[in-house]
């Protein structure tokens, strides 16, 4: 069992320093109040294929990596319980 705790804790220190990594290279989404003045289209090419963009490929990456930091460390709190 601690060879198991070793390994998790590995790839969890791993997943920790991308997580961090990939959150301060994003870019903040800027609307705010001028897209709410002239109107923000979600019609367009863009907005439509936002998800095969460098933007939407880190946004996908980062919500992974928080899915399993998240799931690693409930794995890792049941580990050291036990």
Not at 11 to 38: D, F, R
């Amino acid at each position: 069992m601690e060879i198991a705790k070793y390994i998790v804790f590995g790839i969890y220190s791993i997943i920790c320093i991308a997580l961090i990594i990939l959150v301060t290279i994003q870019n903040k989404e800027k609307s705010g109040a001028s897209g709410t003045i002239t109107g923000s289209s979600t019609n367009n090419f863009y907005e439509q294929n936002k998800g095969r963009t460098k933007e939407g490929k880190l946004k996908r990456w980062t919500i992974t990596l928080g899915v399993l930091f998240v799931v690693l460390a409930v794995a890792l709190g049941i580990l050291y319980l036990v």
